[in-house]
């Protein structure tokens, strides 16, 4: 394993994703049971918000729920599907989300001018398969400072390589990423994507992906050691037929303390080996039942 994989390298990035409690706003649910849902914090200043949402595959059941609930307009940016159906308050735009202008990707500074938000507060929705650590470190810091509330998937925090397609960014690399967003946010709400496995590495638990809601310091009051345990009752498994993963361990869990969580055969190291064995067979025998009531 690298030196930077290491277990102090390691605890450093996890301490960055310690939930924050924060003062007023109702958390909700915004979007469908299950994967393409996430959990923000609601308050007056969501209506009329602009949503940006980077990341739609198959679901944007958050961008049409969020647009249900607040009425501001919905940016929708993805460049690996083909244009939805029109609708109102909605534009679509086949491109992706990067640190700087490339071949049908562009910044987000550049995308805010482009639609005339420039100056304007919005809501943020990244789901962008890992391109989201070298975006995040490029945004300017005065666009960040107008993102109301972040939602972001992060991938590959383990930084094994094996939840992205991009090339693996290192421990420290994508630790300085966070320690930018922790001057800016609070991160706020914790959820682990139970498609990806909790790796341990030197002793530690990992969530390899994880959901996360960010909070702008400056509209929210919030400090460290939030007491809620996670998953809370409005998370939802991303892939219904396992369990959801329960963060019961450092940082995430009320009055832990920093330290290792896990032994070299630990539990949940040993079903992070067996739960894609059992999924692979569960595929098969779906398959199989599907041909079977379908012939061709």
Request: charged letters at 25%; aromatic letters at 10%; proline letters at 7%.
């Amino acid at each position: 394993m690298p030196e930077s994989n290491g277990p102090v390298a390691i605890a450093d990035l996890l301490a960055e994703l310690s939930p924050h409690s924060v003062v007023g706003g109702v958390p909700l649910r915004v979007g469908d049971r299950g994967d393409g849902g996430y959990v923000i914090l609601v308050d007056d200043g969501l209506e009329g918000r602009a949503l940006y949402s980077y990341g739609i595959g198959d679901n944007d059941s958050f961008d049409r729920d969020f647009h249900r609930r607040f009425g501001g307009p919905v940016r929708q940016y993805d460049h690996s599907v083909p244009p939805p159906a029109e609708r109102d308050g909605f534009r679509f735009f086949a491109e992706g989300i990067a640190a700087a202008p490339a071949p049908g990707r562009d910044t987000l500074q550049h995308h805010l001018e482009a639609n005339g938000d420039q100056g304007r507060n919005f809501v943020l929705k990244m789901d962008v398969e890992g391109a989201e650590w070298d975006v995040l470190r490029g945004v300017p810091d005065a666009v960040l400072m107008r993102c109301d509330q972040l939602v972001l998937e992060a991938h590959d925090l383990a930084c094994l390589g094996r939840s992205t397609a991009y090339p693996v960014m290192s421990v420290e690399e994508k630790l300085r990423v966070l320690r930018r967003l922790n001057r800016h946010f609070h991160c706020w709400h914790v959820h682990a994507n139970n498609y990806a496995s909790i790796h341990v590495i030197g002793g530690f638990k990992v969530p390899d992906v994880m959901e996360l809601t960010w909070l702008n310091r400056t509209r929210y009051l919030g400090r460290a050691g939030s007491q809620r345990r996670f998953p809370t009752a409005l998370d939802d498994p991303c892939q219904f037929r396992c369990y959801d993963h329960t963060l019961d361990f450092w940082p995430f869990l009320p009055g832990a303390e920093r330290g290792p969580t896990a032994g070299p055969s630990d539990p949940s190291e040993i079903a992070a080996r067996v739960k894609p064995w059992l999924r692979r067979r569960w595929d098969r025998l779906a398959r199989s039942v599907s041909s079977f009531r379908n012939p061709r």
